[in-house]
């Protein structure tokens, strides 16, 4: 299946997807853990920022990471082996439009910032139910960078925004699909879809999320995309800059900051 990363795979943004993973590890994953036993399938583990999180969690489940990149692979086993050396987990390079694994293998699937980046994530859902038992469940995380609200307000803030937003519409993705989940999963087949908001919000009175959210995973996103989004003539250099410089006044103090994350349970509707 096309996907298009516009973040890229770059050492930085490795680094970007673990502090946001580990930033983020209560709000995003309170309420997931597998049973002992139960075959669980991360579907697009990229670097393993989330799978640590799973595996400390879940730690008797039967876990299969995939991802389509050989190198994402080499770094997530890498990474799991150095937060928790005795999981068990087995790593598999696979296309998630052409996983090779045998109907209803799995009792459950988990998905985490992987469908924004694809060009017809319905299907995708739609194909994943293939390897999920009957009544076995999707959890499915995503963001939606339309939710970014700030303080101070920035125009020249939201256009370097609205620049990644559209980069990744014209590679095929959706920056803003977490408003969309449940009538995805709904489209695909899944049933009791449940989908709640999991809510950030930083000021000087949580400093970790100041540093952790704010500066090193919303704004370093926005900025590694500054050489394409001038390649595209979507900004000049000057007002690029000035939405960076607006972005980083957020975190600073009197600022603040709020995103919006969408969370899904779903069950199979085979």
């Known amino acids: ?29 309170a309420g997931t853990a597998f049973p002992a036993g139960s075959r669980v399938l991360e579907v697009g583990c990229g670097v393993g ?15 299969v990471a995939v991802d389509i990149s050989a190198d994402s692979l080499a770094q997530a086993q890498a990474r799991v082996a150095a937060h928790a050396p005795d999981a068990q987990v087995r790593w598999r390079q696979a ?33 994943l139910r293939r390897v999920l038992r009957p009544g076995g ?25 609205d620049c990644l937003v559209r980069l990744q519409a014209a590679a095929g993705g959706d920056a803003l699909l977490g408003r969309r ?20 919000y930083a000021d000087r ?3 970790a999320l100041v540093e952790g959210f704010t500066r090193n995973t919303f704004t370093a996103m926005v900025e590694s995309v500054r050489d394409e989004a001038l390649a595209a003539g979507l900004t000049t250099p000057a007002d690029w800059d000035q939405g960076i410089a607006d972005l980083r ?14 969370k899904a349970l779903a069950v199979s509707g085979r």
């Open 95 to 127: 296309d998630l439009a052409d996983l090779p694994f045998a109907d209803a293998s799995f009792d459950h699937l988990f998905v985490c910032f992987v469908l924004e980046h694809l060009a017809d994530p319905e299907r995708a859902l739609a194909g």
């Open 181 to 200: 989940l449940q009538p995805l999963l709904a489209a695909a087949g899944y049933r009791d879809v449940v989908v709640r908001p999991r809510t950030v």
């Open 1 to 29: 299946m096309d996907t298009a990363y516009v973040h890229g795979y770059s050492a930085g943004e490795a680094r970007r997807l673990s502090d946001q993973a580990d930033t983020l590890a209560t709000l995003l994953h």
């Open 137 to 161: 469940t999707i959890t499915v995380i995503e963001g939606d960078h339309g939710s970014a609200i700030f303080h101070p307000d920035s125009a020249h803030a939201r256009a370097a925004i």
């Open 205 to 207: 009175t949580r400093p």
């Open 49 to 63: 920022a989330q799978t640590v999180h799973l595996v400390t969690a879940s730690p008797h489940a039967r876990l």
């Open 249 to 262: 006044r957020t975190a600073a103090d009197g600022g603040t900051f709020h995103y919006t994350f969408f």
